[in-house]
C-alpha cells in the first residue's frame, strides 16, 4: 500500500511538471503568434530608417578601367590596383597582441622608415579606445600589401588579427613615349585626349556592396560582400605605334631645344587608312624641359601661313583656270593689292605654277586667286567648304575646334581679304585639320577622317574593328591632284624645302613660315611648318610639324626649323633605319634586322598551372594573359622581373596575375 501511495505521488509531481512545461510551451507559441501579428502590423519601414539605413549602407565597387593600348600592343595606360590597410583593435585578441606587439611594430618600423615607439604608442591608445577602423596605410602595391600582410598579427587575418583591406584602382601611364597631354584622361568632370575619346567603352559597370557604420565618420566593409558584382571596362587599342611615335617626339623634342622654341606639334597618318600613328605635342616648361601636357594639334587654331597656298591652288587647279603651262609675274617680289602690300621672301620675276608653290610666292599665289575669284570669292570658298574645312572635324576626341575662316558675311570681310586668306591668313583652322587635307591629297583626292582606334577587345575577343571613314571621296580631279602632288616634290627638291632633299627618298611638302600676334607691339612672332608626305610616288605616310616661336636670332622659317623634323620622321618611319646601331650589326650599310627584333615568345597554362614569364617582355606576355582570360595587374615597363601567383601555382580563369617590371 505505501509503494502504491509513492507511485501515486510520483505520478502526480510528474503530471504537473507536464503539465506545466505544456503550459509554458503553449505560452511561447502564443507569444510567438502574436509577436508575428504585431510583426506584420508594425511599420518596417520605420524600423529600417531607425536601425538598418543608420548603421548599413550599400557603397559603390568601382569596376576596373580597361587598359588603353597602342596598335602593336603596348600598354599605354592601365588600372592597377592600390590596397588601403586598416585595423580592427576590437576584434583583435588580447593575447596575440601582447605577445605580438613588439615583433609587429618593429616590422612597421623598418617598412616605413618610422621610429617603433611611434607605432607602439599609436596602437595602445587605439587599442584602449577599441577603434574598429584604425587607418593605417593607403595606396599601397601589391608587394607592399603581400608583405604588410605577413607581419605579425596581421596574418591572423581579420577575425583574429583585425586586419581589414580595402582595395582600389588607381589609373597610371606606362609609357614614357606619351604624355598626359595625349593619353588625356577622364576624372567624371573633365575629359580629354584618348582616355576621355574612348570613356564609354574603358569604363565598366561599377558593383555594389554593404558596409556597417562604425561611428559618426566611418564605415567598414562586410567582408567585400559584393551585392553586385563590378564588370570591368574593355581594352582599346589605339592606332598609334610606339616606334613612329617614339621617333617623332625625339625629332621634335632636339628641334625645339636647339631653337628655344616654346612648344611645337608633330601628326603622322597613314594616307591609306587615316590612322593616326603619331600625335606628338611638346611645350616647354619653366625648368627649361619640354612635357607632353597639352594637345596643340586639336585645342588651337592658328592662321597656318604658306601650307595653305596648297589648299588655296588646288581649288584653282580643281576649275582649270591654272595648269601646267600657267605662269604669274610677281614683279620684284613686292604687290599692293586693294590697299594691303604682299611681298615675298624669295627673288621675283616669272613663275610657273609649280614655282609659286616651291618659291612659296605670296605674291604669285595672291595674284592667281584674285584674278579668278575676286568677283565670286564664294566659288573659292565652296571648294574650302567640300573639303570640309569650315566645319567641326567628328572625331573621338574631345575638345577639337572649329575653323575659322572670314567669310563676306562677316564683317571683318574686305576687298583685301581673300588676297589674304590664299597665302594662309584671315584664317584659323586646326593642325590636325590641315594634315588631313594633305593627306587627302596624298591619297589621290579621297580624303580619310583621321582615326585614333585600331580595335576594342573584351575577355580576349574583338567587339569592334575600326575601318576607314572617307569624309570626301574626290577632293579634285585626278589631274589637279597629280599637278599639285608634282608641285609639292619640286619644292622639297628644287624649292624652299631643297634642304632637306635626299636622293635616297623621294618627299613631297610645302614649307609655312606664318607670323602672330602681328597686331601686337614687341618683336615679332613667328610659327613654322613643313606639310607633306612620302614617299611622293607611292605615299605612305603623311607629316605635319610645326614649331612655334623659335628663336629668331637661330632661325625661323619653316625650311629650316620644322623641315628637318620632317626628314628625320620620313627617313627613319620609311626607311626603317634604327638608332645607336652596333658597328658588327652593320653589313654593306644595311642593317640586320634580325639581330635588333626579339621573338614573340608564346606562353601557355598547362594543367592551370602558372607558367614562368619571369625575364620576358612584358608587352608580349601580358596579351597572351589576358586572351587567355586571366587578368593581369602590373607596374612598370619592360622586362618582367617578378610574378604572383608563383610558377607552378594552380590558377583559375578570371583570376588576376600581378607582375612587376623593370622600369
Known sequence: MQKQNEYDNKRKKTLRWGYLFAVVALSVFVLFLAR?????????????????????????????????????????????????????????????????????????????????????????????????????????????????????????????????????????????????????MDNSEYKSGLEGAFSKYLTGTDGKRLEQRINSSQWKPIDFWKVQEPVDGEDVYT?????????????????????????????????????????????????????????YAIKDNIEPGSTFKTI???????????????????????????????????????????????????????????????????IFLDHLKRWKLFDKMDIELPGITRPKIVTPQNKRWNAATLASISFGYSSNINLLQLATFYNGVANNGKMLKPLFIDKIMKDGKVMYNAKPEVMVNKMASEKAIKM???????????????????????????????RFEYWLPGPMKYRASFAGFYPADNPKYTCYVMVSEPNTAKGFYGATVSAPVFKEIAGKTFLKTPQNIEKEMLVDKKVNLNKMVEPNVKIAVNDKQMPNVVGLI?????????????????????????????????????????LSLQN
Do not use: C
Open 618 to 658: 612584358g608587352k608580349n606576355v601580358i596579351p597572351q594573359l589576358e586572351n587567355l582570360g586571366y587578368r593581369v595587374d602590373y607596374k612598370g615597363v619592360g622586362r618582367i622581373k617578378e610574378q604572383f601567383p608563383l610558377e607552378g601555382t594552380s590558377i583559375s580563369k578570371n583570376q588576376r596575375i600581378y
Open 239 to 295: 592606332t598609334l605605334d610606339l616606334r613612329i611615335q617614339d621617333i617623332a617626339h625625339s625629332a621634335l623634342e632636339k628641334q625645339l631645344i636647339n631653337f628655344e622654341a616654346k612648344h611645337g606639334t608633330v601628326i603622322v597618318m597613314e594616307v591609306a587608312t587615316g590612322k593616326v600613328r603619331a600625335m606628338v605635342n611638346l611645350r616647354r616648361t619653366d625648368s627649361g624641359d619640354y612635357e607632353d601636357a597639352y594637345n
Open 36 to 184: 508575428i501579428v504585431i510583426l506584420q502590423n508594425t511599420n518596417v519601414q520605420e524600423i529600417k530608417d531607425d536601425y538598418i539605413n543608420k548603421n548599413y549602407r550599400e557603397a559603390t565597387l568601382k569596376a576596373a578601367r580597361g587598359n588603353l593600348f597602342a596598335s602593336d600592343g603596348s600598354i599605354l595606360a592601365t588600372t592597377v590596383m592600390r590596397y588601403d590597410i586598416y585595423l580592427d583593435f576590437k576584434t583583435m585578441k588580447d593575447t596575440i597582441y601582447s605577445n605580438n606587439i613588439g615583433a609587429l611594430t618593429d616590422s612597421l618600423s623598418k617598412m616605413f622608415g618610422k621610429p617603433r615607439s611611434e607605432f607602439r604608442q599609436k596602437f595602445d591608445e587605439q587599442k584602449k579606445k577599441k577603434n574598429q577602423y584604425y587607418t593605417l596605410a593607403r595606396g599601397l602595391d601589391f608587394d607592399e600589401y603581400d608583405r604588410i600582410r605577413n607581419f605579425p598579427i596581421f596574418k591572423k587575418g581579420k577575425n583574429k588579427g583585425g586586419f581589414i583591406v580595402d582595395r582600389n584602382y588607381k589609373r597610371e601611364l606606362a609609357t614614357s613615349e606619351i604624355g598626359a597631354g595625349t593619353i588625356g
Open 484 to 514: 599639285m602632288t608634282n608641285a609639292l616634290t619640286k619644292a622639297v627638291e628644287k624649292g624652299t624645302g631643297k634642304s632637306i632633299f635626299t636622293p635616297n627618298l623621294r618627299m613631297a611638302g610645302k614649307t609655312g613660315t606664318a
Open 312 to 378: 588655296s591652288l588646288l581649288a584653282a587647279m580643281d576649275d582649270g583656270f591654272i595648269d601646267d603651262n600657267t605662269t604669274v609675274n610677281v614683279g620684284n617680289g613686292v604687290w599692293t593689292y586693294a590697299k594691303q602690300r604682299i611681298s615675298d621672301g624669295h627673288g621675283g620675276g616669272t613663275y610657273d605654277i609649280s614655282d609659286v608653290l616651291a618659291k612659296s610666292s605670296n605674291v604669285g599665289t595672291a595674284k592667281l586667286i584674285t584674278k579668278y575669284y575676286a568677283d565670286k570669292p564664294q
